[in-house]
Antibody, heavy 121, light 107 residues
Framework: QVHLQESGPGLVKPSETLSLTCSVS?????????WAWLRQHPGQGLEWIGT???????FYNPSLQSRVAISVDTTNNHFSLRQRFVTVADTAVYFC??????????????WGQGTLVTVSS | DIRMTQSPSSLSASVGDRVTLTCRAT??????LNWYQQSPGKAPKLLMY???TLQSGVPSRFVGSGSGTDFSLTISSLQPEDFATYYC?????????FGPGTTVDFK
């Protein structure tokens, strides 16, 4: 059974860089799936951050593209999110998720439990 | 960006009721529409993909339909575990976008 687990600091200072890792168990991250990051502001809906696909292509939400990067670590079977120059508006629960297939246009079938990141000085 | 809207924003229902949630896209998305269920404090759970295909393990009381810009999710007989918030999401083009959600709560 495939399981995703987010990890990272729960508190980040404004202007600093947020780094989160999603550990994948029960499946090799090199299998033909896509891997995504999303977030949910407190009491709000869901926002897609970006997705990385088999072969290395990565797509980002234009609203965040200048500040975010998703990378894959095949050695440790995890993928990561780096988000620079955070502000209080980046306070949210961050989720990692797996694309149902490796196709560009597909649903997200497995999600991590989410991790709350608070941006505050 | 494609904007997704959902109606109603909330609805009150009872166990055994039949409920229909609707989702609309601001432009054509074919059948690239997915439905997720989220309970408080939990991660979203995929219910339906490609507008009408039931995700493995999801009960058959969930039925999705629609294409183009208008979609619906029907729950034929509400069960206690179905009281949650439901989000639609378009996967037709990036940035992938979600609707604001419909919350189904106890009447």
């Amino acid at each position: 059974q495939v399981h995703l687990q987010e990890s990272g600091p729960g508190l980040v200072k404004p202007s600093e860089t947020l780094s989160l890792t999603c550990s994948v168990s029960g499946s090799s991250i090199t299998n033909s799936f896509s891997w995504a990051w999303l977030r949910q502001h407190p009491g709000q809906g869901l926002e897609w951050i970006g997705t990385t696909y088999p072969g290395g292509s990565t797509f980002y939400n234009p609203s965040l593209q200048s500040r975010v990067a998703i990378s894959v670590d095949t050695t440790n079977n995890h993928f990561s999110l780096r988000q620079r120059f955070v502000t209080v508006a980046d306070t949210a629960v961050y989720f990692c998720a797996r694309g149902r297939s490796g196709a560009l246009l597909d649903a997200l079938d497995i999600w991590g439990q989410g991790t709350l990141v608070t941006v505050s000085s | 960006d494609i904007r997704m809207t959902q109606s109603p924003s909330s609805l009150s229902a009872s166990v055994g009721d039949r409920v229909t949630l609707t989702c609309r896209a601001t432009m054509y998305i074919g059948t690239n529409l997915n439905w997720y269920q989220q309970s408080p404090g939990k991660a979203p759970k995929l219910l339906m993909y490609a507008a009408s295909t039931l995700q493995s393990g999801v009960p058959s009381r969930f039925v999705g339909s629609g294409s183009g810009t208008d979609f619906s999710l029907t729950i034929s007989s509400l069960q206690p575990e179905d009281f949650a918030t439901y989000y639609c999401q378009q996967s037709y083009s990036t940035p992938f976008t979600f609707g604001p959600g419909t919350t189904v709560d106890f009447k």
